[in-house]
């Protein structure tokens, strides 16, 4: 017996001497083994983020200010050209843009704190996004939500907006997709997906965005949030901004007469109502915006 423990102590010695050849033989590995998961979308899941927008949709008007808007709308300025073409349910609208600063804010905030996972594809509740942007949240509002969606991935873009330093040529919606992650038992949905154009993941990616005013998402007329986002974008940093009406008009992507636009400025300007700033027309069709 003795000798049988022996013969197996000599083998085990033996085993391990030639293991350890064997391990200063081989090449040190350059990677570290994978710890986690790689996710390819990324959550919306941080609370209280302050709203932001994207700079170029700001500066331009690619959203519509009606519902059901079926026209091809152009607009040219200083060298940039944007063409939209309507989907079977009409243009997406400035209140469908929702969508766009929900998520722009998410990924803004999740890439300020570092995580690691931000991404062009967002997965978030419905309830927080209707709480978010200031919704009701009714049964008619998720479905409003999916209205929403098909406007959204129906109307195209053709445009040479830059980006982060690149000006191209592009086509697109204003999401690649939208899916439903979860319903509820009545067939509601719970948790959605969207994915954003790569034209706009490339400005966020940049930072080229601004914060919004916390009362923004409660400007009913949607003038009134297209000249919000204009003031926002033009005073940046500055006490003021002014130019004339007309201007003003053609940078709003207004499709209503320039009498009644001017009428509808006079009575922004008169209800004193706007967030963060002042508004101003004078008797020469110039309007005057000044930070609160």
Same mark, same amino acid.
Request: contains cysteine; positive net charge; glycine residues 8%.
């Given at each position: 017996?003795?000798?049988?423990?022996?013969s197996f102590?000599w @083998?085990?010695?033996?085993?391990?001497?030639?293991?350890?050849?064997?391990?200063?033989?081989?090449? @040190?590995?350059?990677?570290?083994p +994978?710890?986690?998961?790689?996710?390819d979308?990324f959550?919306?899941?941080?609370m209280?983020?302050?709203?932001?927008?994207d700079? @170029?949709?700001?500066?331009?008007?690619?959203f519509?200010?009606? @519902?059901?808007?079926?026209? +091809?709308?152009?607009?040219?300025?200083?060298?940039?050209? &944007?063409?939209?073409? %309507?989907?079977?349910?009409?243009?997406a609208?400035?209140?469908?843009?929702?969508l766009?600063?929900?998520?722009?804010s998410?990924?803004v905030?999740?890439?300020? =704190?570092?995580?690691?996972?931000v991404?062009r594809? &967002?997965?978030?509740?419905?309830y927080d996004?209707l709480v978010?942007?200031?919704?009701?949240?009714?049964?008619? /509002?998720?479905? =409003?939500?999916?209205?929403?969606?098909?406007?959204l991935?129906?109307t =195209?873009?053709e #445009?040479?907006?830059?980006?982060?330093?690149?000006?191209?040529?592009?086509?697109?919606? $204003?999401i690649?997709?939208?899916? &439903?992650?979860?319903?509820?038992?009545?067939?509601?949905?719970?948790?959605?997906?969207v994915?954003l %154009?790569?034209?706009?993941w =490339?400005?966020?990616?940049?930072?080229?965005?601004? #914060?919004?005013?916390?009362?923004?998402?409660?400007?009913?007329?949607?003038?009134?949030?297209r000249?919000?986002?204009?003031?926002?974008?033009h005073?940046?940093?500055?006490r003021?901004?002014q130019?004339?009406i007309?201007?003003?008009?053609e940078?709003?992507?207004s499709t209503? /007469?320039?009498?009644n636009?001017?009428?509808?400025?006079?009575?922004? /300007?008169?209800c004193?109502?706007?967030?963060?700033?002042?508004?101003?027309?004078?008797e020469?069709?110039? &309007?005057? $915006?000044?930070r609160r």
């Open positions: 017996m003795d000798e049988a423990n022996s102590e @083998a085990k010695k033996k085993a391990d001497e030639a293991k350890a050849r064997l391990a200063e033989k081989a090449p @040190a590995k350059a990677l570290s +994978v710890r986690h998961q790689q996710l979308f959550v919306a899941d941080i209280d983020v302050a709203a932001k927008d700079m @170029a949709s700001m500066e331009h008007p690619l519509a200010l009606k @519902a059901g808007d079926m026209r +091809v709308r152009t607009y040219e300025r200083n060298g940039v050209t &944007v063409t939209v073409k %309507p989907g079977h349910d009409g243009c609208t400035i209140h469908d843009k929702d766009w600063i929900y998520c722009i998410q990924l905030e999740a890439m300020n =704190r570092g995580r690691e996972d991404g594809v &967002v997965r978030f509740t419905a996004f978010s942007t200031n919704r009701d949240a009714s049964g008619r /509002a998720y479905e =409003r939500m999916g209205e929403m969606f098909e406007r991935n129906g =195209r873009i #445009t040479n907006i830059e980006t982060d330093g690149t000006r191209e040529r592009g086509w697109f919606g $204003f690649d997709y939208a899916r &439903v992650i979860e319903r509820d038992s009545g067939g509601r949905m719970i948790a959605v997906e994915a %154009p790569e034209w706009l =490339r400005s966020i990616k940049a930072r080229h965005v601004l #914060t919004l005013s916390r009362d923004y998402f409660r400007i009913r007329k949607p003038l009134d949030r000249i919000y986002e204009l003031a926002r974008k005073c940046g940093s500055q003021q901004w130019c004339t007309k201007t003003l008009y940078k709003s992507g209503d /007469a320039l009498r636009f001017r009428g509808a400025v006079r009575n922004l /300007a008169d004193g109502e706007l967030p963060d700033y002042k508004v101003r027309l004078n020469h069709d110039l &309007v005057t $915006f000044t």
